[in-house]
């Protein structure tokens, strides 16, 4: 009798358990980085609105794509398409956790992220952050959102200082970059402000401060 043989539904059944003990293997030592990166992305949903005809705020969509590689979802949209933000947001809110929303929009893309906040208020929707650059309107300011941050240039006819809506002064931090030297000299206006690296820079940090 050979003693070495096995039958052939043992030999079946030791192969896939051979198979299965593999695969969990595998998963377990499978890099993280996907789960790491939506978990990253999960807790905050940054929404930019780029100025008429989206031709001089391309420096948005620089931003947007250092954000996506830090893994925080970011989308960017016209100045026109302030009603499907409200409506894509209103979606992804309803019956969830409220997440932590940014609002960022130059010129008149800034208009529309000071409108959509203040309609997402009507909807109970809270929102961490909005930052404007260069808005052309001063408003509306909104109760439900909880930090403005607002890059103007006083000395031109385009862009405002936000204020009213009876929201606290401290929730409201205006930016005069006339009086940034390192914004300023570098020739920076209306026109350049979303490409400028300083501006970036201190908008990037009020993203990754509100994300956590």
């Keep these: 009798m050979n003693y070495l043989r096995c039958p052939s539904g ?13 695969t969990l293997l595998l998963l377990a030592l499978a890099p993280q980085s996907a789960n790491a990166q939506s978990a990253k992305g999960g807790p905050v949903k940054v929404y930019m609105v780029r100025g008429f005809m989206g031709v001089f705020s391309t420096g948005l969509d620089q931003l947007a794509a ?12 016209g100045h026109l398409s302030g009603g499907a933000i409200r409506a894509k947001i209103r979606k992804q809110h309803a019956g969830k956790p409220k997440l932590p929303l940014v609002l960022v929009g130059h010129s008149f893309g800034g208009n529309a992220a000071l409108q959509v906040a203040a309609l997402l208020e009507q909807d109970n929707i809270p929102v961490d952050l909005v930052v404007t650059i260069d808005p052309t309107k001063g408003g509306p300011l909104a109760g439900n959102v909880r930090r403005y941050v607002n890059y103007y240039i ?15 002064s401290s929730r409201v931090r205006n930016i005069d970059i006339r009086d940034r030297s390192e914004i300023i000299g570098s ?17 990037l940090s009020e993203i990754l401060r509100a994300a956590r």
């Design 10 to 22: 043992l030999v079946g059944r030791m192969a896939a358990l051979t198979v299965a003990v593999a």
């Design 66 to 77: 250092t954000l996506q590689k830090k893994g925080i979802a970011t989308e960017v949209y």
């Design 154 to 168: 006083s000395a031109n006819v385009l862009g405002t200082k936000l204020a009213g809506g009876g929201v606290k």
């Design 187 to 203: 020739g920076t206006g209306h026109w350049t402000m979303t490409r400028d690296d300083v501006i970036q820079s201190e908008i």
